[in-house]
């Protein structure tokens, strides 16, 4: 009987130690979970949406033979990244890629122009309409930017609600190594009331967790869970 105890404690034990490994793998080089605490990629993606970021697909690879059955490739344009925010590499943020290595980038009247081309954007949200027939000689980067030259291995992004964003207009361009992966698809959606986005503390984590537990069904917007991002 003991040893019987003994053998079934140890398979407990392991299975327990693989299931973390694989977790902490998943984790770091798979998909992570990612939630959106600003409105600055409205009306794409909303405040209280969890996603799930891919973060092999734009992973290195060693040889031809590996980028050939391997599902990587290279960061498009339109592509919605999860990254580490170069002024402070401890928070993630996320955006829209615009702008890629060696183009020349401009803003007018709101509207991006990409090497003089405009650039067709279903996807953006402007809080304040856009100038119509006059060209806005203004310093607001919101209506008027660059133009500027991206980098090689760098990258301009920029958020959809673009009234309401900080993002490539406001501190740079986003060098390549601190992109996490591409935002792959919506597994939860919960219309959280605003003082659950409050800072982060003891207090605050308690009221989030009981407003969860208290709304679940009516604050879940389930016309978005398992939604693909684009």
Do not use: C
């Not at 694989?22 to 959106?36: D, E, G, S, Y």
């Not at 409205?42 to 949406?49: A, F, K, V």
């Not at 407003?211 to 879940?220: A, I």
Request: net charge neutral.
């Amino acid at each position: 009987m003991a040893n019987f105890e003994k053998s079934t404690l140890r398979e407990y034990f392991e299975s327990i130690v693989i299931a973390v490994i694989l977790a902490l793998f998943v984790r770091t080089w798979v998909v992570q979970a990612f939630k959106i605490p600003t409105g600055s990629m409205e009306n794409n993606l909303l405040i209280g949406d969890h996603l799930l970021v891919n973060k092999f697909v734009f992973g290195p690879t060693a040889s031809g033979v590996e980028n050939a059955v391997l599902p990587v490739r290279d960061v498009r344009r339109g592509d919605i990244v999860v990254f580490k925010f170069p002024d402070e590499p401890e928070r993630d943020f996320i955006k829209r890629v615009i702008g890629l290595p060696g183009e020349t980038l401009e803003l007018r009247n709101k509207k991006v122009y990409v090497n003089g081309q405009p650039l067709e954007e279903g996807y953006v949200h402007f809080l304040e309409p856009v100038s119509e027939g006059q060209e806005v000689t203004s310093f607001d980067v919101r209506e008027r930017y660059g133009p500027v030259r991206v980098p090689e291995r760098q990258y301009f992004v920029m958020g959809d609600n673009r009234d309401n964003s900080q993002d490539s207009r406001y501190w740079g361009f986003l060098p390549e190594h601190y992109i996490k992966g591409k935002a792959l698809m919506i597994y939860w959606s919960y219309d959280a009331a605003p003082q659950a986005y409050e800072p982060d503390g003891v207090g605050a984590s308690i009221r989030r967790i009981f407003s969860v537990l208290t709304h679940f069904f009516t604050r879940t917007r389930w016309e978005r869970i398992l939604r693909q991002i684009h």
